[in-house]
Structure formats: structure tokens, C-alpha cells
């Protein structure tokens, strides 16, 4: 059997243990909760996870368009990279895929030499990789902008005053 | 660790009892002189804490609302979740202590894959917390046959509708079943849910351990080995009217008894010291029990004090010369 | 959770099942995104409060008191004798976890320690420590822990990433309020000198100016006319805004990012078109020009001394009553604390509105009214004409802000503006409104710059429910009534869900209103065309 018909046997025990060791990054007993919790609303963050994950390795059994791939890895990312992460941390889960697989497909791996596929696998997992870090780059620059827009929604309307032509300058205003 | 530390020490305390009644012949000890102890301890200590709560003041009106307020005649107000008078917090609090309304609330929306909506809910800790403390009442009060002669027809009648689905012999209480299962949940949840273990405290073990040996102990005595209930009773009785019987009744009854009586005896006595004082403390919680009528009626707060404001005048003072440019109206020009 | 970089390897490698410590041996991480500044020493000082000094929390050393434990345990002490709620819910709390998964803070970040019940463990065990006989004896068995100066940075981390929300107090079986605990921790670290610069500069700026910004009087009378000038553009001419006129009926009070603040301030134009229309003999006020009160999330006598200036100054002007605008907190502390603190106001009347005679029965001691029960009363009597189509531009839903819905109630009155000012109105999903509202993430002091990510992961809940009502039905502006809301969701919209404005209940109000005399409306109060009238903005 192929790798790739493998891994699609094996499917759900692979991306089982992928988002377990994902969920495992979480603190203390964060990671009970987020799988524990099924309510879309009431846990965000295990939700995205369990969904996102599910479309992440389809994109590596390549039956999934690029566009796919970036939002759903928006998506993930945009949670992890406002949670205490650094950016090494917050894109490397990524890297769990391989463990996860090595973890579950071992023996097979083994008995039917399959390492050639894995590498071609695993340079997959590695692009997926280098996306995930270019929209960690644009989730932070998203945040980024965001925090400018706040900076100049508190002072928007002074602004707009000065700005404007019917507005009379020399009446300054003093707010700090 | 916690727990096991928590089921050691009730072991403990068993073996104690055990060691005490039939090694040492402490009948006296353990049948007359602990319980007395130990209802004294309650009293002291729950009335201390009642009081302890009851000399500080409640400052503020702090309700937390739940529902709609009372404001124009046209917009229904939700009583019972935003209670505007004295009448409706009686109504909120008799359905969060008689029936946990604010753990029946434990509901959320579903997302089953689809997506699609399903609203579900949390209803076990309801449950669960709900049958253990109305089975636990119906015990209590079903114990007072032995604290009673004659037994009062209401207890006979509890007694009889417990037993309502008999199987054989001798007479199986619902209660009893109820409340090994309600307390084992209780106790599942908090060791296998690693979110409720991580927020433990040996002080929440201990109930448990206390409550469920006590419950088997009981049960132990009811189905498997009899003990002189007739004795109990004596005992029981002498201990009301003050007039304890002696050693010699008292050896009569099997050691498992005085492990139960000794365990409730504990109970009792750590309960004020313990967070099992929440039986007194849910009804005084500020937040449920006032009413949320703060702009119908004035609350006052018996320590208020004055404080050093920034008064108008001492405002205008320092921004009169701006105000005066802008053409601002003035006190003092 | 660390700053360090891990090597790729030691990434792949790590253990994922640490050995677990109890949460009494685990310290938090305290770095730039998760927590708030210190105050400045120039607001410190100004307040009178003890201990200014130049500091920041990512210091090793905090430059406390010597005597820090004293005063903690002092002040702990001394609260206990005053607060019933406090001595109780130290002493009740079963911890039964019903109230784990409420916290946004929780839901978005995942850190154990943002359970509501640990959130006020870290106080009780204190507590435990040393106050009670068990704790006394036994410490740690009895669930004690020693007040040590990492305790002190934990209270810190922990009581300033609480919003004072009271979710977790609608589901506690003994209504036991994480808010109410936060209130007296966040008093009791002041007491020490330690406070985050976005609650103390404000309330500096408060005591001084009269309100939050620092704006002086000048500047708010400038602020009134610009909104007057700008209001002419729109509708083709200039309403009355008085400010401190004395002998006016009613007095107003807006918090102060209204007139400052985008989108804020359309709700301000909102007001003044609907008070105009309306005749409305009122006045704003320059020393009473914050109806928010930054005082709360400081100390019970820091929001006493911010409030006392709204019945002060009601009576030097002789009003008869006092209005109040959309503000979340404002509200709390106006309908729980403010005749309790500063009344009896007995040289107000009760309120009655001028345009239907209604008596506000329901603010019989404390004589202010909300402008929503105010609006919908006169919307219910007919006195209003008003255009829905105006709002057809908008897809709307309803954020109910924590202070209106968990310390007040007031739910169905919005809702009824906007049905009947707006053709387009979606609820987001039952558990996430109401009563069960989430925050916003930046309530309580906490909408800063510098703990951004904080602000982002703790409003997530919130915004959550927002993305599935924008996907769904195409949501694009999201409304609430709250001046903190609306200076901290527009940018968690923007994170989370690009494309949804924020919005008062007034600017749709202002929208819809049709007042006499008025031009032909071809753009709504934010100087966007109106529906149908693209073609006619463009010429």
C-alpha cells in the first residue's frame, strides 16, 4: 500500500493525535477543556482547532485549493498568535503533523519502506510549514494595524476638525 | 494525591472508632461523649459564623440581574431573575435553594457537525449536586424515628413513600440508592474531570469521603449486618432528654454503628469550619438576595463616610479664565 | 509559554505531559501583551494615594512598602468587617467549577488560572492562610498558601485580566461575584502602591478636569459646537446644546469618549438631533462631563469621590432630573452605588418626560433615568417620526454590554429602539446575549494598547458569535450601548471579523429621525451616503 492511501486509512487516528499534541501546548489543563468542550460558541479556540486541523490534511493529501489552505490556516493562526505564544511556538504545531504520523504509521512505514514517500510527505509538512509562518507574519501586521486604528479612532474626530475647512483653528484643545 | 490523602484520613477516623469500641471498650466514649461534643462544636461554630457574617454590613445593593428590570409598565420584567421587590427575592431564592436555578442555567448551544444549531445543555452537575442534597434532607428527617417516640406521622409517611418501590425484604429506600450515586458522580466528577481536579482542595475531598461512609456505613447497618435497633434508639432518646444511658446498653450495639455516629459526630462538627457552611451562607449572598430596586429605593451603607471632592467651585477656580474666553456662564465672574 | 526561542528539535520533542504542579506553585508569565503598564508617579501623586514611584511590573523588584504584608493583611482585615460579600464568599465557595468555562479570558486563553473560582482562590487561600483557624494550623492541607511578593505579582497579573464582567456570578449557585473580588483585590494592591496607568491617569484626569480625557472646560464647549456645526451639514441646521445652563429640566450626562471618540460620537449627534426635535429643555455639563467613572475598577471611595460631582452639580444648576447616556460601567455604578454614595438627591423631582407625562416610577430615589427607557417611552407614544429605510444600509446586531444586562437589566428597551428605528435586526446565538453577554475583552480598565493580545484572546467569545451572525445573515454593523465597547470592539472586529462596523443605538436613532425643517438627508450621521442617495453624496 502507498503512503498516501495509508494516511488516508488512517485518517482519523492521525489527525487524532495530531490535534492532541497541539492542544497539549495549552497550559496546565487548558487542553481538557478545549477537547472536552464541544459547543462552537462556549470554546472557541477547540473548536477552529478540531475543524481546521480536519482541512489542513486534506491540503497535504492534495485535494485541497491553495486558497483552502490559507484560510484555514488564518484562521488557526489568528488564535495563536494573540495567546502566549512566541512565533515559534504559535506556528510550530505545524511539526506535530510528522510526529504524528511517524507515531502512528511506524511499523508500516518500516515493513513497506516507505521513507521515500514519508520524506515526500514530510517536505509538505514543511511548506505547510512556511505558509503557516507568512500568516503568522500577517495575523501580527493585521493586529498591528488594528492598534494603530484604535490610536487614531480616539483621536479621529479632533483630527477631522482641524482638517476640515469650516473649522476655526487657534481654538485649541488641551485633552492629554 | 489530594483525594487519596482526603480517603486516608476517613480511613483513619474508622479505624479509630474501631480500635476505640472493641479494643478498648470506649463505648461511653463514642456513644455519649463525642456526640454531645460534636453538637456543641456545630452550635458554637455555626452560630459564630452566622454571626461573623451577619456583623458585616452589606455596604451596596449589588444584585446580579439576570432577566429584564422593572422600568416602563409596557415592558414585561422578569421577577424571578430580576426580583423589584421584597416578594420576588423570596421567589429567587426559594427556587436557587430548593432547586439550584442557577446550575439548571448550565445550558449552551450545541454545534453538531452540519453546522447546525442544536440547543443542548449541562445539566449534570444539576442533577447530580440535586439529588444528593434533597435525598440527604429526606435521610435526615427519616432519622428522626429514632429521635422520636411517639414517631410523628409525617416521618412515617416520607418513610413509607421512600420505600414506595419495594423489593423484598427488608424495605429498600429509594434515598439510599439515590444518594450512593449522587455522591459517587459528585466525587467521579471532581477526580476524572482534570479541570475540577486542578481547582480541588483536600477541604473538598474530605466531605465527600466523610458523606459517602457515612451513607455506607448506614446502609451497611440497614441490609447487611443488623444491629440492635431498639438499643439506638434508647441511646438516641437518652441523649435528647439528656439522660444517656449507660455502658451497659451501649455494648450491646455492633461497632458499626458507633463508626456511623462517630462520622456524622465529625461531620457536624467540622461543618462550621468547613465550606459545607455554604448551607447557611446561600442565603445570604448580596448578590441574590436584594432586590435590584437601587433607583426605587435607597440602600444605606451604615459606614458611608465623607470624602474630599472636587467641588464645582473649586473647579470654576482654576478654569475661569478659559471659561471666561469661550463665553462660558460663570458663578463668579 | 516562555520568551525564549526553542530550537525546531526541542519543539518536536518537548514533553507534551509536564509533570503538573498545583496551582499554587506555578508563577505567571509576566511580559509585554499580557499585562498593564504601571501607573505614572505624576497620577499617583496627584490622588494622594500612597507609594508613587517609578516602577514597571517587569521589574524584578516592585519597590514595595517594607511593610507591604502588614498593609495587605490589614486591609484584607478591615474589608472583611465592612464587606458581608466579601467575609462570604471567602467562606462558601464549593468549588464545584460551574463557573470554569464562563470567563472569556478563560475560553480565550486557555490559562487555568482565569477559571473564575481560582481567579478568587488566589485571594481566599490568603485568606485561609490567615484568617482562619484550619488555615492557621494546617496551611497548605487546609488549602492555606503564605503571602509572599510572587503572590502579590500573581493578584496583579490575574485581578487586572478580569473585566469585572459578572458572567461567572450568573451561573454560581451562591451568586458569589468574581467582580466583587477583583474590586477589593485591585483596592487592596493600591494600598501598596501598586495600580496600572490606565485606570489611575484617568481617574486623575477625572478628579481634576471633570472627566476621563482631561478635557477642560473649554474644550467640551468646543466639542458641542463642532457636533452642532457637523450636525448642520447633515441636516441643514444648527440645534441647540446648551452647556451649564442653570434652570434647565433635565441634566445630561454622556461619558466623555462621546465626544471624542469615533464611533462614539455618532451616538452623540444621535442625542442632540432626537433632544432637539424633541424640544427638550436639558444641558450638558463642563465639570460634570463624564457620566463613565474609572473610580470603580480603582476602590469604593475612588468612585465615590468621581461620582459625588453629577448630584453636586445637578444641584447648583437646579435641574429637576438627570439623564443618563449609553455607557456600560457608568450605569452600574449609577444604579447600585450613586444614591447609596452621594444621595439622597431630595432637590430632584422624580422623573417625568415632558413629551408624555410618563413618571419613571422605577427611579424613584435616584432620579436618573436611562436614554433608552427614556427613547423607547417616547417611541411608544407615537412621538416620533422616524424612517427605517435610513438604516437599510445596516445589517444590525445587539451586543448587550456585561454592566446593562448583569447589574441593571436593561435588555428588552434597546432591543425595541432598534426595532423600530431599523429594519435589520439579528440576534447572535442565546448563550451569548443577555444575561449570558460576553465581554468585550476591555472592560474594567483594561482596553490599553499595551496588552493588545490579552484584549484580542478575552473577546474572542465575543467575537465569535459575532463572525457566525456576519457569515450567516451578513451582519455589518454590530450596536451596543457602552462607550467602553465601542473604543475596543471595532478593533476586535477588525482582528476577528473584518467587515463589521460598531455602532450606538442613537446613531440609528439619529438616523431614522425625521425632524422638522430638516434638508433632504442624503448621508447618515457618519458622512456616508444614505441607501438610494449614492449618486446625489457624489455630485
Known sequence: MSLADLLKQKQSAILERWLNLILDTYPGDASVFLKKQKNRFANPVGYTLTREVDVLFQVLLAEIDSETLSTSLDNIIRIRSVQEFSPSQAVGFIFFLKRAIREELDGEILEDALSGELLEIESRIDRLALTAFDSYMKCRERLHKARSNELKRKTNIIISRFTSPDSQPGQENEAE | ?333 | MSDETPKPEALVKVDYKPPRKGWMDTKPDISRGNINWAAIPKSVEYLGLPYPRKWSPTDDDWQLPENWKEIILEGLRERLSKYRSLQLFMDICVRCGACADKCHFYIGSGDPKNMPVLRAELLRAVYRKEFTLAGKIMGKIAGGRELTIDVIKEWYYYFFQCTECRRCSVFCPYGIDTAEITMIGRELLSLIGIGIDWIVTPVANCFRTGNHLGVQPHGFQDSIDFAVDDLKDIIGFKVDAPVNKKGAEVLFIVPSADYFGDPHYFGLLGYMMLFHEIGLDYTFSAYASEGGNFGLFHSHEMMKILNAKIYHEAERLGVKWILGGECGHMWRVLNQYMDTMNGPADFLEVPVSPMTGTRFENTRTTKMVHITEFTSDLIKNNKLKLDKSRNDHWRITFHDSCNPARAMGILEEPRYIIRNVAENFFEMPENTIREETFCCGGGAGLGTDENLEMRMRGGLPRANAVKYVHDKYGVNVLTCMCAIDKAVLPTLMEYWVPGVEVGSIHELVGNALIMKGEKERIVDLRNEPLPGKEAVKDV
Open chain 2, 1 to 333: 494525591m489530594k483525594a487519596l490523602f482526603s480517603l486516608i484520613f476517613v480511613i483513619i477516623l474508622m479505624l479509630l472508632v474501631f480500635a476505640g469500641v472493641t479494643g478498648a471498650g470506649m463505648h461511653y466514649i463514642f456513644g455519649v461523649v463525642v456526640p454531645y461534643i460534636a453538637i456543641f462544636a456545630f452550635l458554637a461554630g455555626f452560630i459564630y459564623r452566622v454571626i461573623r457574617w451577619a456583623r458585616s454590613p452589606v455596604p451596596f445593593r449589588i444584585t446580579t440581574t439576570c432577566g429584564q428590570q422593572k422600568s416602563l409598565p409596557w415592558i414585561k420584567n422578569n421577577r424571578l431573575e430580576n426580583p423589584d421587590n421584597w416578594f420576588a427575592v423570596v421567589g429567587r431564592m426559594l427556587l436557587e435553594i430548593l432547586f439550584f436555578r442557577s446550575l439548571f442555567r448550565n445550558t449552551k448551544t450545541e454545534l453538531k457537525s452540519g453546522p447546525k444549531l442544536v440547543y443542548g445543555s449541562n445539566k449534570y452537575l444539576w442533577i447530580g449536586s440535586l439529588a444528593f442534597h434533597w435525598t440527604f434532607l429526606i435521610i435526615f428527617i427519616r432519622h428522626f424515628r429514632f429521635f422520636t417516640e411517639p414517631v410523628p406521622f409525617i416521618i412515617s409517611l416520607i418513610e413509607q413513600m421512600d420505600s414506595f418501590f419495594q423489593i423484598g425484604l427488608p424495605i429498600i429506600y429509594i434515598t439510599d440508592a439515590v444518594i450512593l450515586g449522587a455522591l459517587t458522580f459528585l466525587l467521579l466528577r471532581r477526580l476524572l474531570d482534570s479541570r475540577i481536579r486542578y481547582i480541588s482542595l483536600h477541604a473538598d475531598y474530605i466531605p465527600l469521603f466523610l458523606l459517602l461512609s457515612i451513607a455506607c456505613t448506614g446502609v451497611w447497618m440497614r441490609y447487611f449486618e443488623k444491629v440492635d435497633v431498639i438499643s439506638i434508639k434508647q441511646l438516641s432518646l437518652g441523649l435528647f432528654s439528656f439522660n444517656p444511658p449507660g455502658t451497659e446498653l451501649l455494648s450491646g450495639i455492633g461497632v458499626m454503628f458507633f463508626i456511623h455516629l462517630f462520622l456524622v459526630s465529625f461531620l457536624i462538627a467540622y461543618l462550621p469550619l468547613s465550606k459545607l457552611m455554604h448551607m447557611g451562607g446561600v442565603f445570604l449572598s448580596p448578590t441574590r438576595n436584594l432586590a435590584n430596586n437601587n433607583r426605587i429605593k435607597r440602600h444605606v451603607n451604615p459606614w458611608n463616610y465623607d470624602v474630599k471632592t472636587h467641588t464645582y467651585m473649586e473647579w470654576e477656580d482654576e478654569f475661569r479664565d478659559v471659561m471666561k474666553e469661550a463665553g462660558m456662564p460663570l458663578e463668579k465672574e
